[in-house]
């Protein structure tokens, strides 16, 4: 039977909500929006006048077919050629979802979700739903078909898991430009010691190409190792000139919720490094270099404002 009028309208009120929990899950724009596509056909195909809740109905048939996308790409990832990033997403999109409180902007940091990785998927869902949506542990343990106690079990081993030694910064669009500012100055400089002094001891540097673009498998470890690395990176040279398609243009970004370094050629973006920033210093660069990874972000660039470039390489 087709879908009435208000019963598309009843999904269609839901979708951001959706699309903020499938990019959580999975970290990556395509996927959470396949699975939300998903998601309205198993909606067209049932038998909506005998759902009594349909934003449980929703939330349950999305989570669930996101635990089984997440137990295919824990194989698919196995063949991956070198480091799996999650894909970053620039401030204001959308699907970075709610963003009221320190636990809901912490979730969708691109330190926290690559940290998830480390979950397994029903960890990865009972953290997502509890800490950036704030299900109650009786609604999650229903989705999961699980017991309200096993939810409350594993959303505190998975916060476990997701914990890191130092606690991160956050910071707001102004202070994230500037710390992206210090941190190119330090990296131009041509003094390796400018840039250790804004970083950690055990700092490390972490790049996603996906095959397509160079990116070193293992990372780099250490504040001296970290700092020559990104010295050389931003370093103009015809190589990199070659790989990307022609001169960068550097700016100073925000992306989920860290400072940025944003590559761009030709108005593509090319590169996302996010800094995840800490009381002691930037704990870590990560760049997404994929650029399956960064087609969303391609088109949120063409409609920014985002200004002159800090520099070109």
Not at 69 to 84: F, H, I, M
Not at 131 to 149: K, Q, S, V
Request: aromatic share 6%; glycine share 6%.
């Amino acid at each position: 039977m087709p879908l009435r009028a208000d019963d598309v309208d009843r999904f269609e009120l839901a979708r951001p909500r959706l699309q903020a929990i499938a990019y959580r899950l999975l970290g990556s724009a395509d996927e959470a929006q396949d699975v939300v596509q998903e998601t309205f056909l198993r909606w067209q195909a049932a038998d909506v006048g005998r759902v009594q809740v349909p934003e449980a109905w929703l939330t349950k048939v999305l989570t669930n077919l996101c635990l089984n996308q997440l137990a295919s790409a824990r194989a698919r990832r196995e063949t991956y050629v070198g480091r799996w990033l999650p894909e970053p997403l620039f401030a204001g999109d959308p699907m970075l979802g709610p963003a009221d409180t320190a636990e809901q902007r912490e979730s969708v940091s691109y330190a926290v979700l690559t940290l998830m990785e480390r979950l397994a998927p029903n960890e990865r869902a009972v953290y997502v739903l509890r800490e950036a949506f704030d299900y109650p542990h009786r609604e999650i343990a229903e989705i999961l078909d699980i017991t309200e106690a096993a939810s409350q079990q594993i959303f505190h081993r998975a916060k476990e898991h997701v914990a890191y030694g130092k606690a991160r910064r956050e910071v707001d669009e102004a202070a994230a430009r500037r710390i992206v500012e210090e941190f190119l100055a330090a990296a131009t400089s041509g003094r390796t010691d400018e840039l250790v002094r804004l970083l950690t001891k055990d700092a490390v540097s972490i790049g996603d190409g996906g095959g397509k673009v160079p990116a070193r498998t293992k990372a780099f470890k250490g504040a001296v190792a970290v700092a020559k690395f990104v010295g050389t990176l931003l370093k103009p040279s015809e190589a990199t000139r070659a790989i990307v398609g022609g001169s960068s243009e550097i700016y100073a970004w925000v992306a989920n919720g860290e400072p940025a370094v944003v590559a761009v050629v030709e108005g593509r973006v090319v590169g996302i490094m996010c800094l995840e920033v800490t009381a002691e210093g930037i704990a870590a660069c990560r760049t997404q270099a994929n650029p399956d990874k960064l087609a969303r972000a391609t088109e949120q660039w063409a409609a920014a404002d985002h200004g002159e470039p800090l520099l070109v390489v």
